[in-house]
């Protein structure tokens, strides 16, 4: 007997018939066929299982955002790296063919199942943590994924819906996300409330800094600064969302404290709002405004509108006016909101802290408290920072006693020398264009004399539409100051290499390298430099980056 | 029941300063006892005053961030037959308090050193190891402790109450500037002039509830040496903790604490290389404030001297990493020396709470309390 391809899908599930599978090449008996359809299945789910728990890994470090997973994924699978297109297009069409050939299913679960290359499983630079929400989010991709398979099993379409699964495993990690939401914010308002009622006990002055770099070095200013006369206790670097904010009240906030210091992330509009509806600052401090994260913000303008709702619940406000936009706040603002401007240029300020060859020079509505302070911090972030600790009620010439031994962050363009004595500029901690500028300006200072001048970097994300562009400036003037310029991964390859290619009318342009991951990168230095070298690491992007 | 039966549960963290020391002399002691097979638990007490029962495994990388995964969390219950360390998660009512037969208190600085825990777990029943309330509530006290040292006619250096009039200062300058209370090094600053001392009460924070002023003598250096009362009196060798190159003035926290696993690894010369006659009165002296400062458990005395003259500075009645490195001479492994303290703690209570008199007398001829306000 023999049925028509359409049935075949059709009937599997029925035992003891005889089928004849088109394109098989053959005939085969119902129960080698059913072996066939098991063992796809079975090959689809082990795919997804290792998918899944890759897709929850960047999940995880894309604070679980729903979109994240499947935005990633293209990333990863699309044209950035060519051997995993190569291997997209395999997957896919493996998945199509499984219409008519249920055994073509089978490429499709080789090829999720062993990932797009460079994308581990348990990660190095960020591992996969097994958190209560992961496992949540984890058992509900699961569910989907399990009702999916089982269910197109019982219809007979199991490897074709399998694979489809397979190849979407991103999508149903998002959509997990979705799922779990609620619950979510069930969870965080049990701690939030806790955190809030701790908050309202302990009742410290609450400093809230905001901004698209700066922050936790203002943060680490202002600690320093008021800790003498006051007991600070600052939220972590890491805790600046709403479940970290809460946790850091709930698990840092000793009693007696005098000052809480809270940085504030934000990745999208209303979220600082809702934070500062909890927190209410006495003081609220905006560093500075860029393009970062501009891919979930959509424009600037929307960043400079989202950090300003850290101004709304306070009654003072310390903004570092030498960003035009920053200024035009400080005009705007209410007359009930004290405003502090501060600039790390402008000496008309309320507090102007200036470079000089022999330090930083520091000045209060005009009266200088301290000069020659050495210490390599950006001006306008000290200038923030001595306005928070002068708001508080700390003496001016207690702030400037603690102004020579303001701690410079870890990662902060720390310099170091390096095995075979060649100089280590270590900016990996940054992730916008103007610390990257700046960096540039250090590298040339520092390696004037220098034999050879690198600069290794991966680019920078999260930049939106500007990124293509940002990188290629960048390479552009990195081209320009270094003498060799060393490409790490995919993310941000073709644009570095095209603005790289763009400096080759200035004097001695840079060579290229291109290595795939960081640790290629420092095996290129370690084996290439030496004595009298320097290096610059420019950002470095974990590994769930292409 | 003995040390080596007891059901351990180690203390530490805190709401102190000096809460990451704490730490890991914590974890030295956990993992010291979970080496030796003993029935150990690990409690850790936040920055915000919770208690969580840890696997005693951990490592002190696990408590950068704050409370460490998969901490379970606990109530200290006082009084009554629930009392001591129950878990929060457990239905009231339910909860059975874990099994513990003594803490060791592992809690340096603030309210685990001062006597508040000690208060909390003798209210609970709970036998714990080190001093008890009076004994640390003088240790933290900078102020009491050189009165009673002084009575006792040990030689100090004058110490004195530091009020925002100076007065009553009848020493020169240099001064050190202390706080009152708080253990460590924490808060100390080194002050030319009355009038600089006295303008620091209101720029640094730690000298709010109290500041004694000390002559600020350069050439004095600082001895140390660990006593313990339990099985019998017993001295360590006497230290001499160096200073780091920086040309730090005194002996600082930063000296002590960080860039190693606390107090076991700064820098020091141990045994100290003293004259015989001036290691033999500082250990007379020592002996003496073994007595004078109810010492339980480990304790550590220092001393300052300039190489001939000796003076008692204070004491550590919970010190960092217990002490342990300072028993070289006699040698007392670390487990030995928590099992004395552990054998002390189930077998010399901390308190004896008595309500032996109180018979009714006084209430039965007082009368009506409202009757007499009429």
């Not at chain 1, 008309?348 to 330090?359: F, K, L, N, R, W």
């Given at each position: 007997?023999?049925?028509?391809?359409a049935?075949?899908?059709?009937?599997?599930?029925?035992?003891?018939?005889i089928?004849?599978?088109?394109?098989?090449?053959?005939g085969?008996?119902?129960?080698?066929?059913?072996?066939?359809?098991?063992?796809v299945?079975?090959?689809?789910?082990?795919?997804?299982?290792?998918?899944?728990?890759?897709?929850?890994?960047?999940?995880?470090?894309?604070?679980?955002?729903?979109?994240?997973?499947?935005?990633?994924?293209?990333r990863?699978?699309?044209?950035?790296?060519?051997?995993?297109?190569?291997?997209?297009?395999?997957?896919?069409?493996?998945?199509?063919?499984?219409?008519?050939?249920?055994?073509?299913a089978?490429?499709?679960?080789?090829?999720?199942?062993?990932?797009?290359?460079?994308?581990?499983?348990?990660?190095?630079?960020?591992?996969?943590?097994?958190?209560?929400?992961?496992?949540?989010?984890?058992?509900?991709?699961?569910?989907?994924?399990?009702?999916?398979?089982?269910?197109?099993?019982?219809?007979?379409e199991?490897?074709?819906?399998?694979?489809?699964?397979?190849?979407?495993?991103?999508?149903?990690?998002d959509?997990?996300c979705?799922?779990?939401?609620?619950l979510?914010?069930?969870?965080?308002?049990?701690?939030?409330?806790?955190?809030?009622?701790?908050?309202?006990?302990?009742?410290?002055?609450?400093?809230a800094?905001?901004?698209?770099?700066?922050?936790?070095?203002t943060?680490?200013?202002?600690?320093?600064?008021?800790?003498?006369?006051?007991?600070?206790?600052?939220?972590?670097?890491?805790?600046?969302?709403?479940?970290?904010?809460?946790?850091?009240v709930?698990?840092?906030?000793?009693?007696?404290?005098?000052?809480?210091?809270?940085?504030?992330?934000?990745?999208?509009?209303?979220?600082?709002?809702?934070?500062?509806?909890?927190?209410?600052?006495?003081?609220?401090?905006?560093?500075?405004?860029?393009?970062?994260?501009?891919?979930?913000?959509?424009?600037?303008?929307?960043?400079?509108?989202?950090?300003?709702?850290?101004?709304?619940?306070?009654?003072?406000?310390?903004?570092?006016?030498?960003?035009?936009?920053?200024?035009?706040?400080?005009?705007?603002?209410?007359?009930?909101?004290?405003?502090?401007?501060?600039?790390?240029?402008?000496?008309g300020?309320?507090?102007?802290?200036?470079?000089?060859?022999?330090?930083?020079?520091?000045?209060?509505r005009?009266?200088?408290?301290?000069?020659?302070?050495?210490?390599?911090?950006?001006?306008?972030?000290?200038?923030?920072?001595?306005?928070?600790?002068?708001?508080?009620?700390?003496?001016?010439?207690?702030?400037?006693?603690?102004?020579?031994?303001?701690?410079?962050?870890?990662?902060?363009?720390?310099?170091?020398?390096?095995?075979?004595?060649?100089?280590?500029?270590?900016?990996?901690?940054?992730?916008?264009?103007?610390?990257?500028?700046?960096?540039?300006?250090?590298?040339?200072?520092?390696?004037?004399?220098?034999?050879?001048?690198?600069?290794?970097?991966?680019?920078?994300?999260?930049?939106?539409?500007?990124?293509?562009?940002?990188?290629?400036?960048?390479?552009?003037?990195?081209?320009?100051v270094?003498?060799?310029?060393?490409?790490?991964?995919?993310?941000?390859?073709?644009?570095?290499?095209?603005?790289?290619?763009?400096?080759?009318?200035?004097?001695?342009?840079?060579?290229?390298?291109?290595v795939?991951?960081?640790?290629?990168?420092?095996?290129?230095?370690?084996?290439?430099?030496?004595?009298?070298?320097?290096?610059l690491?420019?950002?470095?992007?974990?590994?769930?980056?292409p | 029941?003995?040390?080596?039966?007891?059901?351990?549960?180690?203390?530490?963290?805190?709401?102190?300063?000096?809460?990451?020391?704490?730490?890991?002399?914590?974890?030295?002691?956990?993992?010291?006892?979970?080496?030796?097979?003993?029935?150990?638990?690990?409690?850790?007490?936040?920055?915000?005053?919770?208690?969580?029962?840890?696997?005693?495994?951990?490592?002190?990388?696990?408590?950068?961030?704050?409370?460490?995964?998969?901490?379970?969390?606990?109530?200290?219950?006082?009084?009554?037959?629930?009392?001591?360390?129950?878990?929060?998660?457990g239905?009231?009512?339910?909860?059975?308090?874990?099994?513990v037969?003594?803490?060791?208190?592992?809690?340096?600085?603030?309210?685990?050193?001062?006597?508040?825990?000690?208060?909390?777990?003798?209210?609970?029943g709970v036998?714990y190891?080190?001093?008890?309330?009076?004994?640390?509530?003088?240790?933290?006290?900078?102020?009491?402790?050189?009165?009673?040292?002084?009575?006792?006619?040990?030689?100090?250096?004058?110490?004195?109450?530091?009020?925002?009039d100076?007065?009553?200062?009848?020493?020169?300058?240099?001064?050190?500037?202390?706080?009152?209370?708080?253990?460590?090094?924490?808060?100390?600053d080194?002050?030319?002039?009355?009038?600089?001392?006295?303008?620091?009460l209101?720029?640094?924070?730690?000298?709010?509830?109290?500041a004694?002023?000390?002559?600020?003598?350069?050439?004095?250096?600082?001895?140390?040496?660990?006593?313990?009362?339990?099985?019998?009196?017993e001295?360590s060798?006497?230290?001499?903790p160096?200073?780091?190159?920086?040309?730090?003035?005194?002996?600082?926290?930063?000296?002590?604490?960080?860039?190693?696993?606390?107090?076991?690894?700064?820098?020091?010369?141990?045994?100290?290389?003293?004259?015989?006659?001036?290691?033999?009165?500082?250990?007379?002296?020592?002996?003496?404030?073994?007595?004078?400062?109810?010492?339980?458990?480990?304790?550590?005395?220092?001393?300052?001297?300039?190489g001939?003259?000796?003076?008692?500075?204070?004491?550590?009645?919970?010190?960092?990493?217990?002490?342990r490195?300072?028993?070289?001479?006699?040698?007392?492994?670390f487990?030995?020396?928590?099992?004395?303290?552990?054998?002390?703690?189930?077998?010399?209570?901390?308190?004896?709470?008595?309500?032996?008199?109180?018979?009714?007398?006084?209430?039965?001829?007082?009368?009506?309390?409202?009757?007499?306000?009429?």
């Amino acid at each position: 007997m023999t049925v028509a391809p359409a049935a075949v899908a059709g009937n599997a599930g029925t035992a003891g018939r005889i089928l004849l599978v088109t394109g098989a090449g053959g005939g085969l008996t119902g129960g080698g066929d059913h072996l066939l359809r098991a063992l796809v299945v079975t090959a689809c789910a082990a795919a997804i299982a290792a998918a899944g728990l890759r897709w929850l890994r960047v999940a995880q470090r894309e604070h679980y955002l729903p979109g994240s997973a499947w935005r990633f994924a293209l990333r990863w699978w699309g044209s950035t790296v060519p051997v995993n297109l190569a291997g997209a297009t395999v997957a896919v069409a493996g998945m199509v063919l499984a219409t008519w050939w249920p055994a073509a299913a089978l490429a499709t679960a080789v090829v999720v199942g062993a990932g797009p290359l460079g994308l581990s499983v348990r990660g190095r630079t960020s591992p996969l943590a097994w958190t209560r929400r992961l496992r949540t989010l984890a058992a509900i991709s699961a569910a989907l994924a399990v009702a999916a398979v089982a269910g197109a099993t019982v219809a007979g379409e199991g490897p074709l819906v399998a694979a489809q699964v397979a190849l979407l495993a991103p999508l149903v990690v998002d959509v997990a996300c979705v799922l779990s939401g609620p619950l979510e914010r069930r969870l965080a308002g049990a701690h939030v409330a806790r955190a809030a009622a701790r908050l309202a006990r302990v009742a410290p002055r609450v400093v809230a800094i905001t901004g698209s770099y700066g922050k936790t070095s203002t943060k680490g200013y202002v600690a320093h600064l008021v800790g003498g006369a006051m007991s600070v206790v600052a939220s972590p670097a890491s805790f600046n969302n709403r479940a970290g904010l809460a946790r850091a009240v709930n698990e840092h906030l000793a009693d007696g404290t005098d000052v809480f210091v809270a940085e504030m992330g934000t990745y999208g509009p209303g979220e600082i709002a809702q934070l500062c509806s909890w927190i209410h600052p006495d003081v609220a401090v905006i560093t500075a405004i860029g393009p970062v994260h501009l891919e979930r913000f959509g424009s600037e303008d929307r960043i400079v509108a989202a950090k300003s709702e850290i101004l709304t619940a306070a009654p003072c406000a310390v903004l570092v006016v030498d960003d035009p936009r920053l200024a035009a706040l400080a005009d705007r603002s209410p007359g009930t909101t004290r405003v502090w401007r501060v600039s790390g240029r402008d000496p008309g300020a309320d507090v102007a802290v200036i470079e000089h060859g022999d330090g930083l020079a520091v000045a209060v509505r005009g009266e200088q408290i301290a000069s020659a302070v050495a210490v390599e911090a950006r001006p306008g972030n000290v200038a923030a920072a001595v306005a928070v600790a002068l708001e508080l009620g700390v003496a001016p010439d207690e702030v400037a006693r603690r102004l020579p031994t303001l701690p410079t962050a870890p990662h902060r363009l720390d310099r170091s020398v390096g095995g075979g004595g060649v100089v280590v500029l270590d900016d990996t901690y940054n992730a916008n264009p103007a610390g990257a500028r700046a960096a540039l300006a250090t590298l040339e200072r520092l390696g004037r004399d220098a034999g050879r001048r690198v600069v290794v970097t991966p680019g920078m994300v999260e930049l939106g539409r500007l990124q293509a562009d940002a990188n290629a400036a960048f390479a552009r003037a990195a081209g320009a100051v270094a003498t060799h310029l060393v490409v790490v991964g995919w993310t941000n390859r073709r644009d570095l290499l095209r603005g790289a290619g763009t400096a080759a009318d200035t004097p001695g342009p840079a060579r290229t390298v291109t290595v795939r991951t960081r640790q290629q990168a420092t095996a290129w230095v370690r084996d290439h430099l030496g004595q009298g070298d320097v290096v610059l690491y420019e950002n470095d992007l974990p590994d769930h980056y292409p | 029941m003995n040390a080596s039966t007891a059901r351990v549960a180690v203390a530490f963290g805190g709401p102190s300063p000096e809460h990451d020391v704490s730490v890991l002399t914590g974890l030295q002691a956990a993992h010291e006892l979970s080496r030796a097979r003993r029935d150990v638990t690990a409690l850790y007490w936040s920055k915000t005053a919770e208690w969580f029962r840890v696997d005693p495994s951990l490592e002190a990388a696990d408590f950068v961030e704050g409370v460490p995964r998969r901490a379970e969390g606990l109530r200290l219950v006082t009084g009554g037959d629930g009392a001591g360390f129950v878990p929060a998660a457990g239905r009231m009512g339910r909860a059975r308090p874990l099994a513990v037969d003594a803490v060791v208190n592992c809690c340096h600085g603030g309210p685990g050193e001062d006597g508040t825990l000690q208060a909390a777990l003798d209210l609970a029943g709970v036998a714990y190891t080190g001093p008890g309330v009076a004994s640390a509530a003088l240790g933290m006290d900078k102020l009491s402790f050189a009165g009673v040292v002084h009575d006792a006619g040990l030689p100090a250096l004058a110490r004195v109450l530091l009020g925002p009039d100076g007065a009553g200062v009848d020493f020169p300058g240099p001064y050190i500037v202390k706080p009152r209370f708080g253990g460590s090094s924490i808060g100390i600053d080194v002050v030319e002039d009355l009038a600089t001392a006295v303008a620091r009460l209101g720029a640094n924070r730690q000298l709010r509830r109290g500041a004694v002023l000390e002559p600020f003598r350069p050439e004095l250096f600082d001895l140390n040496i660990a006593v313990r009362a339990w099985p019998r009196p017993e001295l360590s060798a006497v230290e001499r903790p160096l200073r780091s190159a920086s040309g730090a003035e005194i002996l600082g926290y930063a000296d002590k604490y960080v860039g190693g696993e606390g107090m076991a690894s700064a820098p020091r010369e141990l045994p100290a290389d003293l004259p015989t006659d001036v290691v033999s009165s500082l250990r007379d002296m020592a002996r003496r404030v073994i007595d004078v400062a109810l010492v339980r458990g480990v304790a550590r005395i220092d001393f300052l001297s300039d190489g001939r003259d000796l003076f008692v500075n204070e004491v550590n009645t919970v010190p960092g990493s217990l002490a342990r490195y300072l028993w070289v001479e006699p040698a007392v492994p670390f487990l030995d020396l928590l099992d004395a303290m552990v054998d002390e703690a189930l077998n010399v209570p901390a308190s004896a709470h008595s309500a032996a008199g109180a018979d009714g007398t006084v209430l039965r001829s007082a009368g009506g309390i409202a009757g007499k306000l009429a």
